[in-house]
């Protein structure tokens, strides 16, 4: 058994984190009777680094306290972990066309801009060269 400090040496996972996992229940020590402190074991050590390699892999804390409650209930979890990352890989592959759509926008954007001239706010303007954008959608 050893402490948060040793349990955060042995992962090379910051204290702070140790903490965080322990105040959410994602980690659950033992309480040492004569002195109090959280007594961490080998299998938080593993459950630990588990934890870091579903966050690696795009999991929220909320779905690894789901699947690790999977899996204490003597359930697979490799269903929901299938499925989640199945929901992912197309949240992910929306988000990819929407920055791309955004990287054409901001280039067009900055070629059409290298065309212009600068100017001060008068009151009615802020930036011409986004309000030129604007301009364009309307």
Not at 11 to 30: C, N, Q, S
Not at 41 to 55: C, E, G, P, V
Not at 119 to 125: F, I, K, R, Y
Request: positive net charge; glycine residues 4%.
């Amino acid at each position: 058994m050893f402490t948060a400090n040793e349990l955060a040496k042995k992962t090379d996972v910051p204290i702070f984190t140790i903490r965080h996992y322990t105040k959410i229940g994602l980690l659950k020590p033992l309480k040492n009777k004569q002195n109090g402190y959280k007594m961490y074991q080998i299998s938080d050590s593993t459950r630990l680094k588990f934890i870091i390699a579903a966050k690696n892999l795009g999991f929220t804390l909320h779905e690894i306290s789901e699947i690790l409650d999977r899996a204490n209930e003597g359930n697979s979890p490799c269903p929901m972990v299938r499925e989640i990352v199945q929901i992912r890989l197309e949240e992910n592959k929306r988000k990819i066309r929407e920055l791309k759509n955004l990287q054409k926008k901001m280039e067009s954007a900055l070629d059409d801009w290298s065309k212009m001239k600068d100017s001060s706010p008068n009151g009615e303007s802020v930036c011409h060269l986004i309000e030129s954008v604007a301009e364009m959608k309307n």
